[in-house]
Structure formats: C-alpha cells, structure tokens
C-alpha cells in the first residue's frame, strides 16, 4: 500500500511539474496574438522583461510604434485617460496589448514613457505616454496599419507618443476590414 502512496504521489508531482513549467515558458513563441483571430485575445507582451515596444517604418505613416511582433500599435481617443473603455465587441476588434511584468522600450520608443494601467479583468494593459495601447485584427503583417484613422478615433502613434493622421500606403490593395467598419469602434 505504502509504494501506490508513493507512486500515486510522483505522478501527481510530475503532472504539477509540467504544468508549472508549461505555465512559465512558452514566453516567447506564444507571447503575441495580434488578434488575428478575433476573438477578443489580447495581444500579450510577456516575453522576457514584459515584452518590447518599439518603432518600425510604415510606408504612408513614417516610423510608428509596434509590438515585439513588429504589429503596429494603436491609440483608442475615447479612452478616459489611462483608463481603456474598450471592451466586449471592440476588445474582439482591436485587443489591447497586455504584459506581465514590466514593458521595455526597443529603439525608437522611449523606456520613461512606457506603463500600464489595470484593465477590469485585473490584466496591465500596456501605455504609452498615459495612452493604453492595443493592435488591430484588420492587421495581419508587420508593417500594416490598416485602421488608423478608423472610425476617426483609432491611430497609430508616432516614437512622441502623438497620433498619427494619413493612410498606409500598401504595395497591394489592402483587404476590407470586418473589424471595424460601421462597428462603432
């Protein structure tokens, strides 16, 4: 009886084991969803150190800030501050950019403007100069900036922390998002 007690109990070491390694690695393959699903996923910074905010060129717009997956960043103007209202049917179309642990800035972002701010589900949605950040799922490239200037309060933000005005200019015609027109958001 005494050796089922100690199998019984290496197995049930070995499982939390797994799970807890499961739980802490994976940081940087799986680190960033981009919400290309659209299902309301976060697009997660926890890759070593919270994750990297940087600048990367984008025709049309100039140098504008992105995610460690090169995925532009965005700017929501019906933010409250650093507070995100966007959640439900916006969260789905444009998931913010969360991190566990503190962001770093990558060249062309500055490491002093970088923050987060607790969203409702106690996740830290990362800032950038007071403004929560998230990507667009109508963005399925690097250097694609499909809904700045979407609805007139989504833009792409510039390594100052300002909103950027035009259109990406793309090499081919985009595709028609499904994300965003005449959502609201």
Not at 41 to 63: I, K, P, R, Y
Not at 65 to 77: H, I, K, P, R
Request: net charge negative; aromatic share 6%; glycine share 18%.
């Amino acid at each position: 009886m005494k050796r089922k007690r100690t199998t019984y109990a290496f197995a049930l070491l070995a499982v939390v084991g797994a799970l807890v390694i499961a739980g802490c690695g994976g940081g940087g393959s799986s680190s960033s969803s981009s919400g290309s699903s659209g299902s309301g996923g976060s697009t997660n910074l926890t890759n070593a150190g919270g994750g990297t905010v940087a600048g990367a060129e984008v025709s049309g717009l100039g140098t504008v800030l992105v995610d460690s997956e090169g995925m532009t960043l965005y700017e929501f103007t019906e933010d409250e501050g650093m507070t995100s209202v966007c959640y439900g049917e916006c969260e789905a179309a444009w998931p913010p950019v969360v991190a566990s642990g503190k962001p770093t800035a990558g060249e062309g972002a500055m490491s002093a403007d970088l923050g987060t701010t607790k969203r409702k589900d106690g996740t830290e949605q990362v800032t950038y100069k007071g403004h929560p950040l998230y990507t667009f799922v109508g963005d399925k490239a690097p250097g694609e900036a499909n809904g700045n200037e979407s609805e007139g309060t989504w833009f792409a933000l510039d390594e100052a922390g300002s909103a950027i005005k035009g259109t990406a200019s793309a090499e081919s015609e985009p595709e028609e998002s499904s994300g965003a027109g005449g959502s609201g958001y």
